[in-house]
Nanobody, 127 residues
Framework: QVQLVESGGGLVQAGGSLRLSCAAS????????MGWFRQAPGKEREFVAA????????YYADSVKGRFTISRDNAKNTVYLQMNSLKPEDTAVYYC????????????????????WGQGTQVTVSS
């Protein structure tokens, strides 16, 4: 029902910036909560950020708050993750996620809340 394709990953030096994009297919994109998770080598997948369908509410992991910004363009069926002041510990595969469920509270932070996942894009931050 929903297909997600990420782009924009790459290699950047610490302190640099990258912008990830996620193009979604599906006519109901505008009604979905969208988000990003990441997984570093040897670590569990972790929540990064999420944005409600209207774009009016956003949610961030404490580790990225103030450095990353999630946004969406419903006309383009695209969600973005602007990453500034990158650190080596931000190195991971970043996954775009989508959910048509009605989420509230801590549910935004759980991987199980998002049925749809992209293939992932690698972000590497060198020190």
């Amino acid at each position: 029902q929903v297909q997600l394709v990420e782009s924009g990953g790459g290699l950047v030096q610490a302190g640099g910036s990258l912008r990830l994009s996620c193009a979604a297919s599906g006519r109901t994109f505008s009604s979905y909560t969208m988000g990003w998770f990441r997984q570093a080598p040897g670590k569990e997948r972790e929540f990064v950020a999420a944005i409600r369908w209207s774009g009016g509410s956003t949610y961030y992991a404490d580790s990225v708050k103030g450095r990353f910004t999630i946004s969406r363009d419903n006309a383009k069926n695209t969600v973005y993750l602007q990453m500034n002041s990158l650190k080596p510990e931000d190195t991971a595969v970043y996954y775009c996620v989508a959910s048509g469920l009605i989420l509230s509270g801590h549910n935004y932070y759980y991987a199980r809340s998002y049925p749809y996942w992209g293939q992932g894009t690698q972000v590497t931050v060198s020190s």
